[in-house]
């Protein structure tokens, strides 16, 4: 279950830049969220035609091949906001202060520079499916229907540039938290009672 983000704000420049990218974030996650339905609406089509008319929609695979990236990128930047993403807190649950923030600041780090490195690979492979003098803008094409690869090779590295700018933003964040001993527009590490207080808090106010 999803629960309230535990990201302090202010009027800083940096917790107005945190909130800017974060509406931005937002718009990913949803058009994540939109890709999953429609992988559902379209499994719904196919089955139908298949037991019903015995006519599946053509090129089923070749649309999921498709939206993978939506599915599987999009949402990536925004967890990472909310610190939503899977971890292994039993060290850093346990930390505090200014030796935790240099810690997530650490990690914050060397997760950049493997995202940077991701989105030049990514960017690069993109780069060999798109030709303007091709049909389609497309060099590669799926299997089924012929649909051009290149739309979706390029929803990674924009996935992984907005993650990049996010990781920057909390790499800076944990930098000024350590100098002033506050940190804001980064995840803070709660501990089970207040998880457990976020998730009744949310629940109440569902109803």
Same mark, same amino acid.
């Given at each position: ?17 945190? &909130?800017?990218?974060? *509406? ?5 996650? !949803?058009?994540?969220? #939109? $890709? @999953?339905?429609? =992988? /559902? %609406? +379209? ?50 649950? &346990?930390?505090?202060? *200014? ?5 997530? !600041?650490?990690?914050? #780090? $060397? @997760?950049?520079? =493997? /995202? %940077? +490195? ?66 804001? $527009? @980064? ?21």
């Amino acid at each position: 279950m999803a629960t309230a983000s535990l990201v302090l704000a202010d009027g800083s420049t940096l917790s107005k830049i945190d &909130r800017g990218l974060l *509406r931005f974030e937002r718009f990913l996650a !949803l058009l994540s969220g #939109l $890709a @999953v339905f429609s =992988l /559902m %609406v +379209l499994a719904v089509v196919s089955v139908t035609g298949r037991n019903g008319f015995n006519t599946p929609l053509p090129g089923y695979v070749d649309w999921i091949e498709q939206a993978m990236p939506l599915i599987a990128f999009m949402g990536a930047a925004y967890v990472m906001r909310e610190g939503a993403h899977i971890r292994m807190d039993i060290v850093v649950g &346990r930390l505090r202060g *200014r030796l935790l923030f240099s810690v997530e !600041l650490i990690t914050t #780090l $060397a @997760v950049l520079l =493997l /995202m %940077v +490195l991701l989105t030049w690979g990514t960017w690069a492979h993109f780069q060999r499916s798109f030709d303007f003098s091709s049909p389609l803008w497309s060099r590669d094409s799926s299997m089924d229907i012929a649909l051009p690869l290149w739309p979706a090779k390029l929803l990674a590295p924009v996935a992984f540039g907005v993650l990049s700018l996010r990781l920057i933003l909390q790499a800076w964040a944990y930098m000024r938290a350590i100098v002033t001993g506050q940190a804001i $527009a @980064v995840p803070l590490v709660a501990d089970a009672a207040k998880q457990a207080q976020m998730e009744a808090d949310q629940l109440q106010g569902d109803a």
